[in-house]
């Protein structure tokens, strides 16, 4: 297997990475594989579709007039279609005079067809192309798909809809499938009467056919690439509401069951909408807003200009039902959908190597808008420690890549949406608000959205507003342009890690910059270096707020020695500590004396002069530190250890994260007498006080609400016998009586360990009750737990029927992923890997190999025990082989798998003896071992008598 011969070295290779790639579509090869010609372009669509969903009948019907005018003399068109039959086609000049052409080439691999035309075209001149064509209703969600929902009677109920999403519109039509064409388009849906249309833009008119249909036609579009082209048909209900505010009609559609579940979305919206269009001084441009539901949706939403698509898991709202973290879940996806109708939709992107300009702000933006209406929840918090310090691990490699390389490959095009690529986007934004503050950074946002609405902007479009901004406010060195500032995050792969070194004679600090790489075997060869916002936080300044940049570390320069000054004060006996609120997109290391003094003004406890999210930092830099041998493993426990004291749950956030990296890592024989000890030490009295149960006085703090399922899941995971009968009760007694005992929030987790030991019955019931069951919410505490049941035959029969296309209706898509990852984080890998294995063929059609389950396929090798790792090798070998994979994919992952067991290799034993030192110190030890060799020799010397006595 050829896999195995690449592990021993791929923590040595660079692999992917490509200097020379141009960082946008400005300086793009001229003749790129994957992109069109560019001789022509479209000007407009006018869009006719049937459908007979209704009847069960998947082919579908369609025509298209494109506009056509001419870039250049030229005797050939060439646009995208993929999977679509082409029957007719005819070409006229605006004066509707024929022009002759022929059907050419239809490329599979580009996914394109050309026209020839038997005279040139006329350089800028218009034409209509018209194309009537055919294709098929697809049960995955990518071009012209049907889905369905369980209607309250049970029957099922099918609808059809759009998903162009990245380049899935040349699934449906023939068209410039590139978001760098923006133009209007006038659609017309046909279908039955019972079944009504939605689409971008408002209805005109509905006509009554002949043949027992209807045709729906639309107002024209505003200027928009295709991938924001949406429609569905369907049998939804619908809740209305116009926001006189904004003269705009919102319509939200559910399946009617669900209808009561929308209220929460409709205020939502209404206030995001409103204090969008008030803080960024721009009009959404629309007249109408409708959003609608749809299971089948892989992804959270999506953000079709006008027509906004919403996993219902992220949509509906029940009041005492939806927890306190799905009502954030919620907000956040609506917020995040919303703010793309300014950043992606009414302001573009040429090619998809600038999607840190849509998903970036999206990203950053969905949590400071939702901040303001859930005020008494952590959402700055939450973005730090659950999201961008989540992923900082994606960066740290040599073969990462920058945020804007180019590529035309269609499998590169779609792994830049991955939430590493996402995560890092969002968090160089909110650096950016940071380091500008908040009345520059908003100002130049506002130039940015008025100079270029309805069209495709490049990032000098974006970096000269915001420069007009800064220069107005001064908000920067008059020396340094925001340009070459973000450049250095954009166009560069990683990030930085700031060195701090300090002379406790002089009181000087040393501060160095160099790329962090998380592997001790790879160097930075490219000497990469950055423009780093230095922010400084003392125990006798404790800043804890101050973001604006105390000194700057430029670009070219490596170190910087900085010294005491009226304001910024420190001795050799305080802690310094650098990046408040961790706003800089970088890690920090520091002299052994620092981390020390750091780690000693933690285990004092509260009140803690550290911020929440410099807590957070602490722990999650010390950690990664020492997983890349920068810092001794001991360092990162010493600190770990105070999180006893700790209260608050975004820094238990961090703590959760590498607690649980600790405790797959150190499982086996030794697990009890050692980290599950120290496990239980560290969660026991929060344990104690928070208790297994929620509050039923309803007194509960958000921060208790929150933090409660991760002590209760750290606590069953250390093997506390209380923690462990405790949730096995709550799930008997359910599948016993039908009463839900689990607590509100977060039910996953004492669903997944009273499973864990729980007995056939009490699976099954909760097996039927998953695809019986209609709130989405429920559905998703059960679908995230149900695999933790410890049984393999179960577990394995479980996944047979995800992926059996005949139960394709009992699950959703996004429910698929959560039964299979969670087989993989609680004990279940071999189950899956020989899931992977043997059915491989049917997955690729039901789950699909996406971006979901690439990370399943790493998780899977974060986790793998070591008897397992040959059975992994061979699952690879089969997913590349047949296609699942891509070279990249594998590379990564097998230096993850590799990584994993070679650091349990040369860590456990470390960590093991510091543990035991912890609860044993040395004195104590002595005695121990004293007393131990007494009792042996002892035993020893009556064994010894009694063979004599024989």
């Known amino acids: 297997m050829w896999v195995k011969l690449f592990v021993s070295f791929l923590l040595f290779c660079v692999v ?6 141009p960082k946008n579509t400005t300086t793009v090869q001229e003749t790129p594989s994957y992109r069109l010609s560019n001789t022509t372009e479209p000007i407009s669509y006018e869009l006719w579709l049937e459908t007979r969903i209704n009847e069960g009948i998947f082919d579908y019907t369609g025509r298209v007039k494109i506009a056509i005018k001419a870039i250049e003399a030229t005797d050939v068109i060439t646009m995208h279609a993929f999977e679509i039959e082409i029957h007719n086609y005819t070409l006229t000049d605006l004066m509707n005079n024929p022009v002759e052409i022929s059907f050419g080439v239809a490329d599979e691999i580009r996914r394109t067809i050309t026209f020839t035309v038997n005279s040139a075209l006329i350089l800028d001149e218009i034409y209509i192309l018209d194309i009537y064509f055919s294709g098929i209703l697809r049960r995955v969600p990518n071009g012209f798909c049907y889905c369905s929902f369980v209607e309250e009677n049970g029957d099922i109920s099918l609808f059809a809809t759009s998903h162009t999403h990245v380049s899935n519109g040349r699934r449906i039509f023939p068209c410039y499938d590139e978001p760098g064409y923006r133009t209007p388009f006038t659609i017309h849906l046909t279908h039955h009467p019972s079944f009504h249309s939605r689409a971008n833009s408002p209805v005109s008119k509905v006509t009554v056919n002949s043949n027992d249909s209807v045709t729906t036609t639309f107002e024209r579009t505003l200027p928009m690439p295709v991938n924001l082209l949406a429609f569905t048909i369907s049998k939804h209900a619908v809740r209305t509401k116009f926001i006189e505010a904004l003269n705009l009609n919102l319509s939200l559609f559910v399946p009617q069951q669900h209808i009561e579940e929308v209220e929460f979305a409709m205020d939502f919206i209404s206030f995001i909408l409103q204090m969008m269009n008030k803080t960024l001084d721009m009009d959404i441009q629309l007249t109408k807003l409708d959003g609608i539901s749809i299971n089948d949706l892989l992804l959270t939403g999506l953000e079709n200009w006008g027509l906004i698509f919403f996993n219902p898991k992220n949509f509906l709202y029940k009041e005492n039902s939806t927890n306190p973290s799905q009502k954030m879940d919620i907000s956040r996806t609506m917020a995040h959908q919303l703010i793309h109708s300014y950043f992606g939709n009414l302001v573009g992107m040429p090619w998809w190597n600038l999607f840190w300009m849509t998903e970036g702000f999206a990203t950053y933006l969905e949590y400071y808008f939702t901040s303001y209406y859930l005020e008494d929840f952590p959402l700055n918090d939450v973005f730090v420690c659950d999201f961008m310090q989540r992923y900082f691990a994606d960066h740290s490699l040599q073969m990462s890549k920058p945020l804007n390389e180019y590529s035309d ?35 130049g946002l506002q130039k940015y959205l008025k100079e270029m609405k309805f069209k495709s902007a490049e990032e000098e479009d974006l970096y000269r507003n915001l420069q007009e901004a800064i220069d107005e406010d001064e908000a920067l060195p008059k020396h340094m342009r925001i340009g070459d500032i973000l450049d250095t995050w954009i166009s560069q792969a990683g990030y930085p890690l700031l060195t701090v070194t300090r002379n406790y004679q002089s009181n000087e600090i040393v501060v160095n910059q160099q790329r962090f790489l998380s592997s001790p075997e790879e160097a930075d060869t490219d000497g990469l270096s950055w423009y780093i916002p230095l922010t400084i936080s003392t125990a006798s300044s404790p800043n804890t707020a101050e973001t604006k940049p105390w000194k700057w570390l430029e670009s070219g320069t490596r170190e910087l020695v900085l010294t005491a000054t009226e304001n910024k004060t420190w001795n050799s006996e305080e802690w310094v500590l650098f990046n408040v609120q961790q706003s800089g997109y970088y890690r920090v290391n520091y002299d052994a004396q620092n981390w020390r003094l750091l780690a000693n003004e933690l285990n004092q406890g509260s009140p803690f002069a550290i911020s929440t999210i410099n807590r957070a930092q602490i722990i999650d830099d010390s950690f990664n530190l020492a997983y890349s041998d920068i810092v001794p493993f001991t360092l990162a426990l010493e600190i770990i ?54 509050n039923i006085n309803g007194e509960d703090t958000n921060r208790n609400t929150f933090l409660r399922p991760i002590i209760v899941d750290l606590a069953c995971r250390s093997g506390s016998g209380m923690c462990l009968t405790a949730t096995r009760i709550m799930v008997t007694a359910e599948a016993l009586t039908g009463h839900r005992l689990t607590p509100n929030e977060k039910p996953a987790v004492y669903y997944c360990h009273g499973l864990r030991n729980a007995d056939a019955k009490t699976f099954n019931y909760f097996w039927t009750k998953l695809k019986t069951i209609k709130n989405e919410q429920e559905r998703s505490h059960i679908a995230t737990s149900l695999s933790c049941y410890e049984d393999y035959e179960s577990v394995y029969l479980l996944l047979l029927e995800l992926a059996n296309p005949q139960f394709y209706d009992l699950y959703t898509s996004l429910e698929r992923f959560q039964i299979l990852i969670t087989a993989v984080r609680y004990g279940n890998s071999k189950v899956v890997m020989n899931f992977l294995k043997e059915n491989h063929e049917t997955i690729a059609k039901t789950f699909t190999f996406n971006n979901r389950m690439e990370q399943t396929i790493r998780e899977l090798a974060e986790n793998l025990l070591e008897d397992e790792a040959s059975l992994f090798h061979e699952v690879i070998d089969i997913l590349y082989t047949a296609g699942h994979m891509s070279y990249n994919q594998v590379m990564r992952t097998m230096i993850d798998m590799n990584y994993h067991q070679t650091w349990i290799r040369e860590n456990k034993n470390e960590i093991e003896g510091w543990i035991r030192e912890f609860f044993e110190p040395a004195s104590a030890n002595a005695v121990r071992q004293i007393v131990s060799s007494t009792i042996l020799i002892l035993g020893f010397s009556i064994n010894f008598r009694n063979i004599l006595a024989r």
């Open 409 to 443: 490959r269609p499998e590169d095009v779609v792994a830049v949406f991955n939430l590493g690529m996402i995560s890092k986007a969002g968090s160089i934004i909110r650096m950016m608000h940071h380091f500008l503050g908040e009345k520059t950074f908003m100002k």
């Open 641 to 694: 250890k105070y999180i006893r004291f700790e209260p608050d749950y975004a820094v238990w956030i961090s703590a959760n994260r590498h607690l649980l990296t600790l405790n797959r890592r150190l499982d086996g024989p030794s697990y009890e007498l050692y980290f599950g000890r120290f496990l239980k030490h560290l969660t026991e009295d929060h344990f104690e006080k928070l208790d297994v149960f929620e």
């Open 16 to 21: 992917g990475h490509s200097k020379e790639a």
